[in-house]
């Protein structure tokens, strides 16, 4: 094996290990069902930082410095942090509220918001049958409205969140360990904080519940740095086209694991309505391997 073809395996096998791990993450945050939403979120924020820190000075420690320098990136990364943070902490509320087949669906949604964002944003063209799979995913959020009697907040909050941060995230030249680092540095005073005034209260669960709970509250660090890890590693070995549709794995995991682990509900109309959605990401990703192939064509004819 050549050492490109085996660096491009071990970046497949990094991606999927990314995604795999943030499809199965909805069986750990029950595992902290003693804590609220917010608490978990503020140890989440907290462990983040230091094993960011750890994993900065043990790989970035000559880089990170000139990498944050300047205005517009601080301001860009503290809107991510905001951003982000936000997302987490919906995200942790729904698993553990039961609605991790909602928040899945915001998962599924964001790749479609994500392109109507270069469009909006980035004065990207898109093909038709880019505008054919979003008029799906609308007409999906039409019908799970329309079932719900409501929109799907959950779900929308958490795919017009992570599109807002891959936005800011597109314009901030960081590497993913200095950025993660510096996003959850940001908030790390605040969560402190917030789980000073919960301590003061006697409403704090840390040092409550035995070191092994205590562990797990620390993991939520764990939880968070590893994934994106991974998906460095992937990022720096597989075209970003190739990792877009490897992207969809996290969800579809989730997804399952909230109708046949969580036995969560699923009428006509969530079906009907992730249906569609499921058809807009084929035509979505039909359309970016048409896009690959030409592109791959086109290379090889101008070589």
Known sequence: MTPDRRSHNLGVAAALGA?????????????LDRS???????????????????????FARKRWRAQLTGRGTFIRLTVASVVIAVNWGLYIWAVNNGRVTEAALGYYINPLLAILAGVFFFSEKLAPMQWAAIGLATVAVVV??????QPPWTALVLAVTFTIYGIVKKRVKVEPIVSMTAESALMTIPAI???????????????????????????????????????A????????????????????????????????????????????????????????????RRSRRLHRVAG
């Open 144 to 149: 799970i409205t329309i079932e719900y009697g």
């Open 193 to 231: 904080g917030f789980l000073v005034f919960l301590a003061s209260r006697g409403e704090g669960d840390f040092l409550q519940h035995g070191i092994g709970y205590d562990l797990l509250l620390a993991c939520a660090g764990v939880v968070t740095a590893v994934p994106l890890l991974l998906f």
């Open 233 to 292: 590693y992937a990022a720096q070995r597989i075209p970003l086209s190739l990792i877009g549709l490897t992207q969809y794995l996290a969800p579809t995991m989730q997804f399952l694991l909230g109708v046949f682990y969580f036995k969560e509900a699923m009428s006509t109309g969530r079906w009907i309505g992730f249906t569609l959605v499921w058809v807009a990401l084929m035509i979505i990703s039909v359309q970016a391997v048409s896009a690959m």
């Open 36 to 58: 609220s939403a917010p608490e978990i979120l503020a140890h989440r924020i907290v462990w983040s930082t230091v094993l960011g820190a750890i994993l900065v000075a043990l």
């Open 19 to 31: 995604y795999s791990l943030w499809g199965l993450v909805p069986i750990f945050w029950p595992l």
